[in-house]
């Protein structure tokens, strides 16, 4: 990308976002949908240049504001062509992709699923310091990748290893257990056709607009920013959410 059309990229990218930045930190469901059922973005729950020097503030801007809220607008698109489909969960269309009306399969797969992992991830990031896994997550790392730091070093790898678009994940599978998956585009390890499927309690986002801005073709140093501001508190919910 040449300097200027990146400036004017990320110029773009400041306007529509004062809004929430002001709201910074509340919650928000993840899913929400307005009164006719349309899929509405979520509020990041920390401000934009929180993350920083992870991950910069026009990145998270850019990525929230146009890439998420773009996923979000085709999704609705897509639901809104044939009656019923609105009123359905991710989860539920996840489950059933291949009996989706053919005009509409492809794209609820990618939005839908850019949507659910979006809002997934803005999640697994924090500013705070001081969260850590819990005894019951910590338990079943050691159990399933040996210790935390083979499972953080194969994360990694996975990570590194996604060719082109896509996702790592930790999920916890059928039997209760930890698994690492990698996913392609927008595809999670709640759609039927993933390699390996469970309930994702982990996972990174590793297209490059998650992260060129500021580390550029170094996806390995994003990489190792990203440990830097996971919210384990929300892992360990969603853990205990999973083995239930
Ligand atoms: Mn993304």
Do not use: C
């Not at 930045?21 to 928000?28: M, N, V, W």
């Not at 896994?133 to 790898?157: G, N, R, T, V, Y």
């Amino acid at each position: 990308m040449k300097n200027n059309s990146r400036r004017d990229f990320i110029k773009k990218g400041t306007v529509l976002t004062l809004g929430a930045s002001l709201l910074g930190a509340q919650t928000f469901s993840a899913m929400a949908q307005d009164k006719k059922g349309a899929f509405t973005l979520p509020l990041l729950p920390y401000d934009y240049n929180a993350l920083e020097p992870h991950i910069d503030e026009a990145t998270m801007r850019i990525h929230h504001t146009k890439h998420h809220q773009a996923y979000i607008n085709n999704l609705n698109a897509a639901v809104a062509k044939h009656e019923g489909l609105e009123k359905r969960t991710l989860e539920d269309l996840f489950r059933n992709i291949e009996s989706l009306p053919d005009d509409v399969k492809t794209a609820i797969r990618n939005n839908g699923g850019g949507h659910w992992n979006h809002s997934f991830f803005w999640k697994i990031l924090t500013p705070e310091k001081n969260t850590k896994p819990s005894e019951a997550l910590q338990k079943a790392i050691a159990k399933d990748f040996s210790s935390f730091d083979i499972m953080k070093e194969e994360f990694s790898k996975a990570a590194g290893k996604v060719f082109g678009s896509g996702w790592a994940w930790i999920i916890v599978t059928k039997d209760k257990s930890l698994k690492m998956v990698a996913t392609a585009n927008q595809d999670n390890p709640l759609m039927t056709h993933s390699a390996e499927m469970g309930t994702p309690i982990l996972g990174i986002d590793v297209w490059e607009h998650a992260y060129y801005l500021k580390h550029q073709n170094m996806r390995a140093n994003y990489i190792k920013d990203f440990w830097s501001i996971v919210n384990w508190s929300f892992v360990n919910e969603a853990y205990s959410k999973a083995i239930k």
